[in-house]
């Protein structure tokens, strides 16, 4: 990492070991409950870029999936990897900067929790980039994009109509029905879209 990912690094690295984490659920996602049990998660490789303590991790990993998951921070991978350990389960976890990282193959799905809203705005085109190069056609993008209504961050505010924009239908299928509303630890909420990638450069 350069100086400035350094940097980075070490701010999010100072806030979790000040237990300054209200974006961290103790445990997945109820969103992700909610994709499992409706079958929008198979078996095969998924990537978790930004996973923090990596709550998904474990389940996707619990539920026979091969895991990739990503971050810059070493203190959150510790975190990930300690619980895997003792749950006995398989992941991959590779410290990186997920905006310079290079996979060596394509993934099945993306689970897109909080790097999205944690990245600067000026970052989210290179991110739709990446997140499109990482997936094989086909495959999903289980987004939870999130709703502060306010500016600044992070979180930074990822309106429903920007993110539209963002992951372009030129590139992405987005779903019919309306994206369902998750509620946040901090107060905010979250609105849940399964994105297709579709085969396009």
């Known amino acids: 990492m350069n100086g400035e990912q350094d940097a980075l690094s070490a701010g999010w690295a100072q806030r979790y070991r000040d237990e300054q984490i209200g974006w961290d659920r103790g445990a997945p996602s109820p969103a992700l409950e909610h994709w499992i049990s409706a079958g929008a998660i198979q078996q095969g490789d998924w990537l978790i870029p930004g996973c923090g303590q990596g709550w998904e991790v474990d389940r996707l990993a619990g539920l026979g999936c091969r895991v990739t998951a990503i971050d810059i921070v070493p203190v959150a991978l510790a975190r990930v990897r300690a619980r895997l350990d003792a749950l006995q389960l398989q992941a991959r976890l590779i410290e990186a900067d997920v905006l310079g990282w290079t996979p060596d193959a394509?993934?099945?799905?993306?689970?897109?929790?909080?790097?999205?809203?944690?990245?600067?705005?000026?970052?989210?085109?290179?991110?739709?980039?990446?997140?499109?190069?990482?997936?094989?056609?086909?495959?999903?993008?289980?987004?939870?994009?999130?709703?502060?209504?306010?500016?600044?961050?992070?979180?930074?505010?990822?309106?429903?109509?920007?993110?539209?924009?963002?992951?372009?239908?030129?590139?992405?299928?987005?779903?019919q029905e309306t994206p369902q509303r998750w509620p946040h630890p901090s107060g905010l909420h979250e609105l849940a879209v399964r994105l297709r990638r579709l085969d396009t450069a």
């Open 106 to 175: 394509t993934f099945d799905g993306i689970y897109e929790q909080t790097c999205l809203c944690a990245l600067h705005p000026s970052s989210w085109a290179a991110y739709e980039t990446q997140l499109h190069r990482c997936l094989r056609p086909g495959g999903s993008l289980l987004a939870l994009f999130m709703q502060t209504g306010r500016a600044g961050g992070p979180p930074f505010d990822s309106p429903l109509a920007l993110m539209r924009e963002l992951f372009a239908p030129s590139r992405w299928e987005w779903p």
